[in-house]
């Protein structure tokens, strides 16, 4: 028996969109084994694990808090994937962009002023931004590969947060806690109803699936992101710059986690601390492929990831199973959604014909 | 106090070198394997449990290959048999290796381990100074320094060698002359999964004899950038493995010695250093494009 692949001529729309609902319904079985393997009740543990959750107000705020950084990394990653830039260093580019962002509230706590956060947003875009240049600088200039370069930035930059919040940015009234004061009420994100925490973050999010959303799909730079992805040749025939477009997509990504990182910081926590990030950086990657590299299906799919982390959350106050395997599911997700995904571009044969003496082909 | 230093850095370097060279392996028949690291925390937290259940550190070691070879496989199914993007599919490994190891190994943080002991080779660790640093050490680091000298052998003097180069520089070629692409391709990819997996087990049994979630705290990604540094070669990819080693290290002493910097810039000298010789490697674009299996990270699907 072996599995045999034939290209279709083109993707099949069917599969494109059921492919990752397909996923969704393969890790969620696989998840009621491992419960099941841990000796829980499966039906149990996956409702109180993706059901329960979404039963409470508040608790649909929480989804919309981490939703938001999921769905900001993950459509500036899209634009990186699409045009064939591995930038998998988000969770640096949003530590770092916490960090600029954060100058202004942690050096100069007496300023009261509105500017202040539109100032920190914008400080929080740039800083990102320019960490992503330097993959971006290596790759144009040196050749160097943007996979390791982006991904070793990951960690200098979480060594330089724990060193600022436990060295110079340490609050000096914080009896030595390991964070810096916290933000003056004109710094810290607005909540966007009364009914919980939920803050402007997920509103940029939104903005910003549906800006890169109509670039990729209306506007003349989004058609040369596709086809340098798909081409560099063809793309240079076309007069597109594939130098240029390491540095775009590096830059659009690295600003949007910037933003992620200082709402994060000035929405939810409130002061900056040596960690800021579940590995947000790291899931937004799953949650760009779930959502099919697509803006719009990226915002779907980052309220899905949200859940594994809500999820987990839950299932470890009520039924006892450790938060972790929130990260299993999300692994267990990416598998399914990359396997799913061969669906799109080929019809998948199980072959089971025996192989018989003179007409043996090699396999 | 040379002596102390120099066996630390042996200790650091070995998970180094063998992980990359799994690594080399796979990326000379065309498969880039991103997944690295998970395979190595899988191979860390397998070895370390087996040896925790069995009391025997060397069921320990052959648990770490077996859980990294069986990790590889499922990298092997998606990208060969599924076509999968190999990026993708490696990063996948990778943070399904993560968060699968913290919760299979929640039950034996804190645990001490039992260590891997050093194997004495007669005679020969009578030679002053190299006697104590080269004969008597554990079991891995003799594997990690054969392995080189075998794979060096196996890739630039044997048939199969030959042809799995062939299949990493051209597989539309290697497979019209009649060679297997992807059962070699497998094996190769397998071949790949065991050293990270005796890497990690390396960690988890030698390097520190314990359990900790994300142990391997980036080692996976330093050896891929070491492939890459070696310019697929062995040999120099054991001179760059050892490079490294004595960056981690030396950091790991200048915070012993408490020289005014502050700690957190000495523990990220090794990820500055492998930034700086990626560009020291990469910035000549032709060495690298001669260097590199032409074929690599490409998808194959067999015409028939």
Redesign the interface.
Known sequence: MRIELQKRPEGSRLFSFLSPLLALALTLFFGGIMFWMLGKNPVDALYSFFIEPLLEVWSLHELAIKAAPLILIAVGLSVCYRSNNWNIGAEGQFTIGAITGSILPVLYPEWHSPMILPLMLIMGMVGGALYAGIPALLKTRFNTNEILTSLMLVYIAQLYLDWLARGPWRDPQGYNFPQSRSFVPEAVLPEILDSGRAHLAIVFAVVAAVALWFMMRFMLKGFEVTVLGQSERAGRFAGFSARRMVWFSMLVSGALAGLAGISEVSGSIGHVQPTISPGYGFTAIIVAFLGRLNPLGIVASGFVLALTYLGGEAAQLSIGISDKVSRVFQGLLLFFVLSCDTLIHYRVRIVTQKLTGGTARHA | MLEAILLTVITAATPLVIAALGELVTERSGVLN?GVEGMMIMGAVSAFAATQITGSPYIGVLAGIAAGGAFSL?FGF?TL?????Q???G??LT??????S??LG?SFVGQPGIKLQPIVVPLLSDIPFMGRLLFQQDLIFYLSIALVVGINWFLFKSRTGLKMRAIGDNHASAHAL?I?VIRTRYLAVMFGGACAGLAGAQLSLVYTPQWVENMTA?RG?IA??LV?FASWRPLRLLAGGYLFGAVSIGQLHAQAFGIGI?S??L??LP??A??VV??II??N?RT?LINTPASLGKPF?PE?
């Open positions: 991103l499922l998606l048999t599924l076509v999968a993007n990026v993708a599919t990063l996948a943070i399904l290796g993560l968060g699968l913290g919760q929640e009649g297997n980036g990604w891929l950038a890459v502050p957190q810039v523990s990220a990820y500055v492998t930034i990626l560009i990469s910035h674009r690298t699907v028939r």
